[in-house]
């Protein structure tokens, strides 16, 4: 392997030390994971799964915006993206021996991701609940609630969708600079 630039020796240190900024990521992946065990012990209680089987769970109706699409958003999304955003977030500076592309950008992807997961979970959970009961007691309504369902769990993926692209964007000119410091070397 050759010797580190003076660029990267200077910022090595930096680089593997200061990832106090991560414990967030870290703290929001463990409650997503509560969240979602709360939410998958709830959801096989012989009444409330009577009442989402009703309501057409898992296979379609509103029941499916609850169990399965609540429930595997807020682990898959909340527990293990934000936690692989992390563990990214802190091996590229110790594998490249350089600072991330950008320490605000990786703040930006964490709260972009964080609001965008809690608010399509949420928007998912409240319309599967709304729409669940109006289509045992009075299913005539249901078009009409329906009708706000897509706007609403458009704008949280948007700002979801803008976390990830944030993520994204951040590791791509972070494996760019390294790249362009190793070929200057």
């Known amino acids: 392997m ?3 630039s003076e660029f990267t020796q200077k910022h090595a240190d930096a680089s593997t030390d200061d990832h106090h900024y991560l414990i967030k990521f870290l703290l929001m992946s463990v ?5 979602g065990t709360v939410h998958g012990l709830l959801q096989v209680i012989p009444a409330v799964r009577a009442w989402l089987d009703s309501i057409g769970s ?3 109706g509103p029941g499916h915006m609850i169990d399965p699409l609540a ?11 934000i936690l692989g955003m992390a563990v990214t977030y ?5 594998i490249t021996r350089i600072p991330l592309y950008s320490r605000r950008l990786a703040e930006h992807s964490f709260w972009w991701t964080v609001v965008g997961v809690y608010a399509f979970y949420t928007s998912l959970m409240i319309f599967g609940a709304i729409e669940g009961n109006l289509f045992l007691h ?3 309504a249901l078009p009409a609630v329906h009708h ?8 949280a993926a948007s700002i ?10 951040n590791v791509a000119l972070s494996v760019r600079q390294y790249r362009q410091l190793r070929r200057a070397a």
């Not at 595997?72 to 293990?80: K, P, S, T």
Request: hydrophobic fraction near 50%; proline fraction near 10%.
């Open 2 to 4: 050759r010797p580190m």
């Open 31 to 35: 409650f997503s994971f509560f969240i």
């Open 58 to 60: 898992p296979y379609g």
């Open 71 to 81: 429930h595997a958003h807020i682990n898959l999304v909340g527990g293990v993206t």
């Open 90 to 94: 802190y091996l590229l500076p110790v």
């Open 138 to 140: 009075d299913p005539a």
């Open 148 to 155: 706000y369902y897509g706007p609403v769990i458009s704008v």
């Open 160 to 169: 979801l969708a803008v976390g990830f692209w944030i993520y994204l964007a």
